[in-house]
């Protein structure tokens, strides 16, 4: 099992910037794709990015392509969403996923039953 802590929401400005972390624990030996969805207030969770196991391979939502970076570092078994011109339909609760995967698939799913773990998720409110 894959233990997930997302942190770093908080309240910005439009035009304005701010990077999420996703800390994981528990059995993180294992290889498995690391992704980010979220949720607005009265709205379906949608998918945000996702990157593959090794993070050679990356895949973005069009609304946040050009803005959003997600990196990941496996060494200290953390992930990173970098949100820049940020807007307010940005604003929502983000949270961070993985699911396991072999060592030869670098695919990361959009579907979010594909996830098996969660977070708890952190807010972030975008003001104009």
């Known amino acids: 099992q894959v233990l997930l802590a997302e942190s770093g929401g908080g309240l910005v400005q439009a035009g304005g910037s701010l990077t999420l972390s996703c800390t994981a624990s528990g059995r993180t030996k294992d290889k498995y794709v690391m992704g980010w969805f979220r949720q607005a207030p009265g709205k379906e969770r949608e998918f945000v990015v996702g990157v593959s196991w090794n993070g050679s391979r990356t895949y973005y939502a069009d609304s946040v392509k050009g803005r959003f970076t997600i990196s990941r570092d496996n060494d200290k078994n953390i992930g990173y969403l970098q949100m820049k011109n940020l807007k307010p339909e940005d604003t929502a609760v983000y949270y961070c996923?993985?699911?396991?995967?072999?060592?030869?698939?670098?695919?990361?799913?959009?579907?979010?039953?594909?996830?098996?773990?969660w977070g708890k998720g952190t807010l972030v409110t975008v003001s104009s």
């Open positions: 996923a993985a699911y396991s995967v072999v060592y030869y698939d670098f695919s990361a799913s959009r579907d979010g039953s594909r996830y098996d773990y």
